[in-house]
T-cell receptor, first 114, second 115 residues
Framework: AQSVTQPDIHITVSEGASLELRCNYS??????LFWYVQSPGQGLQLLLKYFSGDTLVQGIKGFEAEFKRSQSSFNLRKPSVHWSDAAEYFC????????????FGAGTRLFVKA | GAGVSQSPSNKVTEKGKDVELRCDPISGHTALYWYRQSLGQGLEFLIYFQGNSAPDKSGLPSDRFSAERTGGSVSTLTIQRTQQEDSAVYLC?????????????FGSGTQLSVL
């Protein structure tokens, strides 16, 4: 069965600093991978997704993520964080062969300090 | 509708009572999911409906939890004999085909508080 691990419960970065949120997955084949963001008082919104092809994917709001098969990782990055990026970030994995449920990690809460 | 709609937005109930949570997915979406979000637990998968197929109930935590989806559209999640540990935000999501490749559209959730 697939699973997702987000090792960091919360991270604090300074505004303007770079950001990397970690995500590791467990799945028997190449999965479909997603990052979602949940801003305070708002619903979950898709940031980006990976299905195949180029392992570096670009998303909304200046985010990108890199799929590394050898490390079973799909880390989310942003070169310069803005105060409005403070939110909770969820990595998710969906199977590419039947059994369609999407499984989410526990989330990483991002705090941005001025 | 324009988005996934959930009702009620907040529900306070007494331990031992039954509750029903409703989800209206985006019109035309064949896949519907229920997740539970507790503090520090992330999004816990509960149940998944895809078209007319038998639902995937593998995430339901106990037999007190059940869900239906009528006419391939509206879904109701029922929790019987609620317990305090059931307190959480219950999120519904839908996707167009549920093939795993598409993004999920989430509702705003129902905050359930069991006293």
């Amino acid at each position: 069965a697939q699973s997702v691990t987000q090792p960091d419960i919360h991270i604090t970065v300074s505004e303007g600093a770079s950001l990397e949120l970690r995500c590791n997955y467990s799945y028997g084949a190449t999965p479909y991978l997603f990052w979602y963001v949940q801003s305070p008082g708002q619903g979950l919104q898709l940031l980006l997704k990976y299905f195949s092809g180029d392992t570096l994917v670009q998303g909304i709001k200046g985010f990108e993520a890199e799929f590394k098969r050898s490390q079973s990782s799909f880390n989310l990055r942003k070169p310069s964080v803005h105060w409005s990026d403070a939110a909770e970030y969820f990595c998710a994995v969906g199977p590419n062969t039947g059994g369609f449920k999407t499984i989410f990690g526990a989330g990483t809460r991002l705090f941005v300090k001025a | 509708g324009a988005g996934v709609s959930q009702s009620p937005s907040n529900k306070v109930t007494e331990k031992g009572k039954d509750v029903e949570l409703r989800c209206d997915p985006i019109s035309g979406h064949t896949a519907l999911y229920w997740y539970r979000q507790s503090l520090g637990q992330g999004l816990e998968f509960l149940i998944y409906f895809q078209g007319n197929s038998a639902p995937d109930k593998s995430g339901l935590p106990s037999d007190r939890f059940s869900a239906e989806r009528t006419g391939g559209s509206v879904s109701t999640l029922t929790i019987q004999r609620t317990q305090q540990e059931d307190s959480a935000v219950y999120l519904c999501a839908s996707s167009r085909t549920g093939t795993g490749v598409e993004k999920l559209f989430f509702g705003s959730g129902t905050q359930l508080s069991v006293l």
